[in-house]
Each structure stands twice: as C-alpha cells, then as structure tokens.
C-alpha cells in the first residue's frame, strides 16, 4: 500500500511518558475525527486538535508508494550517532495507514515502533509503545495499551472512568488554549488527589521547538 505523510522529522519526545527522548517523528495526514480544516473545526469531534496533519507539503512529506521507501526514509532522518533508534507515528490518526508490513521493516531496521492514537482503531500486533488519548464522542476501541494520555478536562470525559483499564502509565495532559493555565491547575490539582495519575506537559512548546 502507499502512505499519505505530511512531516518526517528527527526531534525531541515533548510529552508523555518519553519526554526528553531523540525520536523521528512520522505524521500521517489524515483523521477519522477531524477533516483538519478550519471550516470544519467547530463541528469535529476532536475540535481542539492543535496539529496541522492536512496535505504532504511539510519537511520529507511526499506519497509514499510503499513501505520499503518509507521505512527507507525513516532510517535516513535518523541520527546515526544515537544508538537506540525510535520512531514515533502520529497524526491525525496515524492507524488510519499504518500497517504490519511497515511495522516489520523498521523492526529489521532495530527501530522501537510507537503510536499516539485517539483509540478508535485497533492496531498492528507488532507495536513496542502504544499511547492512547481518548476523546470525547468518539469510539472507543483500544482499551489497552503502555500509556493512556488524557487531554484535560474535556467535558464528559473523566479520568476515573479509565482507570480500571490495562495500561501501564496513566497522564493527564492540560488542554491548550486560552484556558491554558487553568486547566494545568486542574490538572495538577487532580494528579495530588489521585495518585495513578502523572502529569504531561507539552515541553516541545513551552521551548518552542516542533
């Protein structure tokens, strides 16, 4: 199959669990719960989505054709000086395209393979790290998995509702935008009160790097 990518990128893990990590970072285009067009925005089910995952215009984006030549490309942005190979697929929603066949070819590579996903999808059996964030009003499938990453506080959406689920680590992430510092408040005040819960800032923009 071809893949729809619109960045691949060497950074910095900016949240959740590997905070302060090296990783590629692979963006997908495309979601199943925004059209990622202004326009439509207000009616999405995910309409606080703060990523532009729309076209194959930003840096190594193209359609790939097949999963040798991405995984190929991949390997190239990687820093060879850096032992532990990771790569990061994001979107969007990135288990719209991504599959086995490109799984295992990063595995020959010695890359970790991981996801950040909003759940509505379940994923290839061949997945190192799967990082879950739920959203409110959508489907929500994949109830398992090593991090689950609540954006916070998203109305109808309560941490306690998930916390008899099988995941490893549990994080609240504040919810960006004009509430910004409000919602860090709760989100830590919520994190004192119930200990399962670890909090996750968004580094990456806090040192204003991608």
């Known amino acids: ?49 703060d990523t532009d995952f729309v076209g194959t215009d930003g840096i190594n984006g193209s359609k790939y054709p097949n999963a040798e030549q991405l995984a190929n490309k991949i390997d190239k942005v990687w820093d060879k000086d850096i032992n532990e190979k990771f790569v990061v697929f994001t979107g969007g929603e ?11 070819l990063l595995h020959k590579k010695k890359f970790k393979v991981a996801i950040e996903t909003n759940g509505t999808i379940l994923p290839p059996e061949n997945i190192d790290w799967i990082c879950v964030s739920p959203k409110q009003g959508a489907d929500f499938n994949l109830k398992y998995g090593n991090e689950l990453k609540l954006v916070y506080p998203q109305k109808g959406l309560e941490p306690k509702n998930f916390k008899h689920l099988d995941f490893d680590h549990f994080f609240l992430q504040p919810m ?31 040192m204003g790097i991608d």
Request: net charge positive; with cysteine; proline share 3%.
């Open 94 to 104: 990135p288990l719209l395209q991504l599959d086995k066949p490109l799984v295992d």
């Open 176 to 206: 960006d935008g004009k509430d910004l510092q409000r919602n860090i408040l709760q989100s830590v005040s919520y994190c004192i009160e119930n200990p399962l819960w670890r909090l996750s800032l968004q580094t990456h923009k806090i």
């Open 1 to 49: 199959m071809s893949y729809s990518v619109k960045e691949i990128y060497l950074t910095i893990q900016g949240e959740g669990f590997h905070t302060g990590k090296h990783a590629v970072f692979c963006r997908f285009t495309g979601c199943n719960l925004w059209t990622g067009l202004e326009k439509d925005r207000k009616k999405a089910i995910c309409n606080f989505c």
